[in-house]
């Protein structure tokens, strides 16, 4: 009877609803006080086991909950205001059979490219672009930017009005020109000035919309993604001092006229590859983009304090030691034109010039031309389906890497590449 009063009203009322028997209470009671009196003894192991216990038990669960509302709803107030979103992952693969100086080097079956890609709006001013190459191998966290290679975009947009638009995370450097614009698995061999600039990289990017033909974007982004000695070749030239500030500042202007079918886009970029070693870009790209043509010519030039392409550099090399080179410029010409043939068709043409200077003489290395280098692709792709983005293609590639006599000086020779490519490329929408 004594222990029924100390149960008190909350155990009275239990017994009376029959959600428990009175002895069932009664030894809950007994349990409780058992543990009080154990408690006063041994307080503080017991409190830290506890403590053990749920924070192993937190870490087991997911950091969010399904109860739990998301980021975009508590933005929201509770709705989940998704503009738009689309998921997809883009897929090339082929079987190329190429040839080195006319010889067979190798055949066989690659998969070019494949990429995952997720994009969408919400709340009517925010976008979001995430895309993810699995081509590419890299160390899971790259020191400047502390994000994997792998990961091309991972960026966020705020649309503030109907002028300004601004973007942060890891995304495209505004370098122009169509082939370095366009999405790459639209290309089927890159230049090799496109092929070596940094172009996915983290910082800041400020849109103003003049109008529905004049656009200019103002960016600043990272120059690379890791360490200085792994941007360079063969490491920083001897005396020479990393940055303390390895940015890049670019300015671009994109302008549309004859109803959107002329595509004008230039850039100016500057940046700081070490100390008192810079580097400048200038690249453009004009378009013709009006059925059934698309045309492009882009103009892309660097000038750079420091070899960061390496492209140079590789032909200096001397009983297996090479160097890095300083005071070095690239200039790039690329033409294409695309004719869709019928509804399934499409053929195109490219040509590519390309050329790589000494612009400075320094201790055993003399100013001038080191490398010239032209290709010419020839391609046909079929569209099984209309209005979607499957194609098979057969693609012709030649190109020839010509070394100048001060190259040659260094026992590098010139060679010509050829290439036989047939492939499919897919864009699967997931959703």
């Known amino acids: 009877e004594t222990e029924h009063v100390e149960v008190g009203f909350a155990g009275r009322l239990a017994c009376k609803i029959g959600s428990y028997s009175p002895k069932s209470v009664i030894f809950m009671w007994r349990f409780r006080n058992m543990v009080k009196k154990y408690m006063k003894r041994s307080g503080i192991i017991l409190g830290l086991w506890l403590g053990g216990v749920t924070m192993a038990a937190a ?18 107030d509770g709705q989940r205001k998704v503009d738009w979103a689309d998921m997809n992952i883009q897929f090339c693969s082929a079987v190329d ?20 890609e997720v994009l969408g709006g919400f709340h009517e001013k925010f976008t979001y672009h995430f895309r993810q190459s699995l ?9 400047l930017d502390n994000l994997s290679g792998s990961v091309e975009l991972a960026m966020v947009g705020w649309q503030l009005n109907d002028k300004w638009k601004l973007t942060a995370g890891k995304q495209p450097v505004q370098f122009s020109g169509y082939e370095c614009w366009v999405n790459a698995i639209k290309v089927r061999h890159y230049s090799d000035f496109n092929n070596t600039i940094p172009c996915y ?22 120059n690379r993604n890791g360490d200085s000695n792994d941007q360079f070749m063969y490491g920083l030239p001897e005396g020479v001092e990393p940055t303390k500030i390895p940015l890049l500042a670019t300015v671009n202007w994109d302008g549309y006229f004859v109803n959107h079918a002329m595509q004008l886009r230039y850039s100016l970029s500057y940046g700081q590859l070490a100390k008192n070693k810079n580097v400048f870009y200038f690249t453009c790209g004009n378009v013709w983009d009006k059925k059934p043509f698309l045309g492009y010519i882009d103009f892309m030039y660097s000038r750079e304090g420091i070899d960061s392409k390496g492209l140079i550099s590789g032909v200096t090399v001397q009983d297996g030691a090479g160097q890095t080179l300083s005071d070095v410029d690239y200039f790039t010409t690329i033409f294409n034109l695309d004719y869709r043939v019928a509804s399934h068709w499409n053929v195109y043409v490219k040509g590519v010039y390309e050329q790589g200077n000494v612009f400075k003489s320094s201790g055993n290395i003399s100013a001038g031309t080191y490398r010239r280098v032209w290709n010419a692709q020839l391609c046909a792709e079929y569209y099984p389906l209309k209005n979607s983005e499957l194609l098979c293609y057969l693609h012709l590639l030649y190109k020839n890497v010509h070394l100048t006599e001060r190259a040659r000086r260094w026992g590098a020779e010139s060679y010509n590449h050829q290439r036989i490519s047939l492939g499919l490329v897919y864009t699967l929408p997931v959703f």
């Open 135 to 143: 081509n590419q191998y890299t160390t899971p966290n790259i020191p």
């Open 97 to 116: 059979a190429s040839f080195q100086n006319g010889e067979l080097d190798e055949a066989a079956f690659k998969v070019q490219r494949i990429r995952l």
């Open 201 to 222: 990289q983290a910082g800041l990017n400020v849109a103003y919309k003049m109008n529905d033909s004049h656009e200019f974007n103002f960016q600043l982004t990272n």
């Open 59 to 76: 870490q087991s669960e997911p950091m969010i909950s399904f109860g739990e509302e998301s980021l975009l709803e508590r933005l929201t």
